[in-house]
């Protein structure tokens, strides 16, 4: 599963709740610096994962909690890119 949301800047953050087969995936979108989108962080299940890469799905019967940040983008890096060297 890909991340792209948009939010109004105004809201805080959205929950939703996706099913696939019969695993469950809590999403929670937070948007802390008032942005439309941006995906600058990826959780799943507690474990920072990589951008730009997406989660993979499971049909475990499990309960799973992912959390996506969205923030500012450098549009020089991109997301997922390291931060410059001083």
Known sequence: MHFAP???SAWPHYVL???HGAGRYG????NPKGVEQGV???ELDGES????VGIQL????QVHRVR????PIDPV???GSPAPQA
């Open 77 to 79: 890096q991109g997301p």
């Open 6 to 8: 948009c939010i109004a």
């Open 27 to 30: 999403i929670r979108v937070e």
């Open 40 to 42: 600058v962080r990826i």
């Open 68 to 71: 996506v940040e969205l923030g």
């Open 49 to 52: 994962q990589p951008l730009g």
């Open 58 to 61: 499971v049909d475990d019967g």
């Open 17 to 19: 709740t996706y099913r």
